[in-house]
Every structure is written in C-alpha cells, then in structure tokens.
C-alpha cells in the first residue's frame, strides 16, 4: 500500500552517535542542551525571532491562546481543518465559531469571518491549510478594526514563504506541528512561534507548569516539554528539509504533467510571491466532468494499493461533538463543496516518479471508465 505521506527521517547512525551524550550524561529532559540547540535551528532556518517548542502540535494552540489571555468566550475557525483545531477551543471551554472558506485553496474567508464577530469575540483562528497562506493582510486589518488576536494554526506551513518572508511572521502568534505525517518531523513536536522574548519566556515558563524557580511558580501551566531524545532526532532531521522541499516539488511538476488532459480534476497553482512547501498535492474532482466522484475515486485508488486521504472530510462542523456549535440554519457552501471534491495524493520525498506515474495513470484510466 503507498501511503498519503511517508516521514522523512534523519541517518540511523549519525542519530545513535549524536545520543550517545544522552547516556554519558543522562540529561533527558528539561530545556536540555538538545532542545535550546533545535530552537535556536529552528528560528535560523525558518527566519522568525522566537520559536517555543513543544511535545506535540496541538499543545502550542493552547498555550498560544492562553498566554495571549483568550480563557473564554467565542474564536472563529474554520471547519475544513483537522479536528484539533477546534478541538483544542472546546477542551479550553471556549466556543468554535465556524467560518466559510475561500474558494480556491480553501483558507478561512475573512468576509465570512468578520460577518461573525460579535460581542463574545475574543480571537480568530485561521489556518494555513494544506499549506496555503491565508489572506493575512486582511486578517491583520481584522484584527486592528476590531481588538482581536489573530492566531494561525500553521501545521501545515512549515518553511512557507510569502514576498520572501516567512509565512509564520503574521499574527499574534503562528503554531507548528512536527508529527510524522508532517513535512518536517521530530516524531512528534511542535511550536509557537512568536516576535518578543518576553511572549517566549511566557510560552517556555507555560509549558512547564509555569515554574521559574526551585520554590516559585508564576503563572498557570502544563506539561508541553520536548524531551531531548526528539529535540536531537529533530536537529538532524533539519539537515534534510531542504533537499525534501526540493524533492516534493520536483515530484509536485511530475504530477502536475502527468495529470494534464485528465478531465474533470484541477490542481491549484501556487499564488504568486509564494514559496510552497509542497505538503500536499490537493486534487480537485469535479464529478460531473469527470464522471465520478471524489468518494468513487477514493475507493478505486485504495483497491488498487494507493491511499490516498480526504483532507478534509468530514467537515469539523459535522462531527457530533461539534455540530452544536453551528449557528442555527448556518451553512457552510464552500467549505462543503471542498470537503467533497478534495483528495490528497500520496507525495513525500522516496516516493518514486515511476509510482507517481502509475497514480496519475490510473485516475486517468478510472475517468474513461464510466
Ligand atoms: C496535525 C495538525 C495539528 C495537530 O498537531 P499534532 O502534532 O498532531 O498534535 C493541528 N492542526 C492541524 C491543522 C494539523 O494538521
């Protein structure tokens, strides 16, 4: 079976010399000398002022919120994400408010959100989904009209650039995931990214139960600590996210050609003054010109050992634990409409062209079989 993503991984060898300090000195954890060496890598390559890593990439929208004082009241999200998005607000006691997305590449519409602030407002949170920017101009206009933070769920949008720059520069705050399903892994990981020491001192004194010292404890706080074995793992796992962007977008065009002529599916092109981290190779299926469905596709593909995934359906919205959360008779157009015509196909570095082209080739030949 050919997996939608596969993880890059650093060299086997390299990884057990490099540990080999763990055991002489047996500092694990605890904002070890592996973890400040990964953070201070990660702010360099990514070009950001602070990086606060994390164990996980779900964490960091947590604290993000918290430490940017957001303990109640309602934050508008979207519904074409992966549950976690939402899934932290509930768990924190606020109140997902789910926005439409933009056509196009399906990011949170600012329209819509703005439509929806309210009173009880008292953050977005967009999300930089498959890796596409958001419209953060106009989130940033947002967020001065009316007082509220902005936080970019940017799991996705590891080493994306925008005029240069890094995407994860807008906001309050911007979050990262290094699960292994990630463009960048360290196993599992995170982060919040942010612009002043004093919001990453927060974030660092956070998510280690707020303590600063051997007798104080200033503020509220959790376990979020990576632990040195993964803050090592990722260092040298950064060695190979240039070559593996590279790779991802050289495979990226392979599709992009072999796809051409086939009728009904579109890939969108990358925005101008974007450099794309090539996540995900998004397909479009439009069922009448193509002849059928996303869903039919789907199934035929994972047949023929190649599973490809639905990112992302269903909408968060129409899980059970949050479907109370839509406002009543509110519909979601576009975002539904996304949900059922996006797949994602299988695209990480040792994927071979040969196996792209077979991929290709036989969305071409389902297309014919009506
Ligand atoms: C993966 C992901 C997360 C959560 O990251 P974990 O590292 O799995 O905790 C959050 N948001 C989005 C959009 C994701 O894809």
Request: glycine share 8%; net charge negative.
């Amino acid at each position: 079976m050919i997996y939608v993503t596969s993880p890059i991984m650093p060299d086997f060898e390299e990884f057990v010399s490099t540990i080999r300090e763990l055991w002489h000195t047996r500092n694990l954890t605890n904002n070890g000398t592996f973890l400040k060496a990964f953070e201070t890598a990660l702010e360099h390559w990514l070009g950001v002022p602070y990086v606060s890593v994390m164990t996980n990439g779900t964490l960091p929208i947590m604290l993000a919120l918290r430490s940017l004082g957001v303990e109640s009241g309602e934050v508008i999200t979207t519904p074409y994400t992966f549950v976690a998005t939402s899934g932290v607000l509930e768990w924190m006691g606020l109140r997902p408010v789910f926005a439409d997305v933009e056509e196009g590449y399906g990011t949170l519409s600012p329209s819509a959100a703005e439509r929806l602030i309210t009173q009880c407002t008292r953050a977005i949170l967009p999300v930089h989904v498959h890796g596409y920017p958001c419209a953060v101009d106009d989130f940033a206009e947002l967020s001065k009209r009316y007082d509220i933070p902005v936080i970019y769920d940017a799991a996705h949008a590891f080493g994306v650039k925008s005029g240069g720059h890094s995407i994860l520069l807008h906001g309050d705050m911007a979050t990262l995931s290094f699960h292994a399903t990630k463009v960048f892994n360290s196993l599992e990981g995170g982060a919040v990214v942010c612009s002043s020491l004093e919001q990453k001192q927060r974030l660092d004194r956070m998510r280690n139960f707020g303590i600063t010292g051997e007798v104080s404890v200033e503020s509220e706080g959790l376990n979020a600590k990576m632990d040195e074995m993964r803050a090592a793992y990722g260092l040298l796992n950064l060695r190979n996210i240039d070559a593996s962007i590279r790779q991802r977008k050289h495979l990226s065009k392979v599709y992009d050609g072999a796809l051409q002529g086939v009728r009904g599916v579109r890939h969108p092109a990358i925005a101008d003054g974007v450099e794309y981290n090539y996540a995900y190779y998004t397909l479009y299926i439009d069922a009448q010109e193509y002849g059928h469905t996303r869903d039919e596709l789907y199934l035929y593909l994972k047949e023929k050992g190649i599973h490809a995934r639905r990112y992302f359906y269903p909408l968060v919205s129409d899980f059970e634990p949050y479907k109370k959360y839509l406002k009543a008779a509110q519909s979601l157009p576009v975002a539904s409409l996304m949900a059922s015509q996006v797949l994602c196909l299988p695209l990480y570095p040792h994927l071979s062209e040969g196996e792209i082209k077979e991929i290709a080739a036989l969305i071409s030949d389902f297309s014919l079989k009506i």
